[in-house]
């Protein structure tokens, strides 16, 4: 029996496997929808519903504690401002993990972790809006002058 099982080392060094979390947060929170491995959403998982949580009562202390997990202040603005509001009454249960196939080269189980009730609309934010640019200008044959 193991006593105390601790957590997920995704064979990676403590520092390595910080920044990852971090970063997976940090993009799960921009863009509410994400895809990775199934062992790496399960170890995010429980880590964005304990943010939400936090966000949810808007002190100073609680904004510290989010701003210093995830260094990022977009982040922490959108936990507190929109995600927050969005879950505020809903008791834990958060995200979902949705079973995605296999990956091609590898094989490894892949998932898609996201917000329940997310906005389809977040998973667009950096994309370029294709824009066509009309010239609105006469086309005119030119007068060749020898």
Known sequence: MRHRLGYKKLNRTSEHRKALIKNMLNSLIKYEQITTTLPKAKVIRPEAEKL???????TLANTKRLVSKLQNTQAVNKIKKTLSKRY?????????????????????????????DRDVEAKKVDRKKKTVEKNNEKTTPEKKTA
């Not at 939400?52 to 808007?58: A, E, L, P």
């Not at 834990?92 to 329940?116: C, H, L, Q, S, W």
């Open 88 to 116: 505020e009454s809903r008791n834990g249960g958060y995200t979902r993990i949705i079973k995605a196939g296999y990956r091609y080269g590898d094989n490894a189980p892949m998932a898609v972790i996201e917000f329940v």
């Open 52 to 58: 939400i949580t936090i966000g949810k009562k808007d």
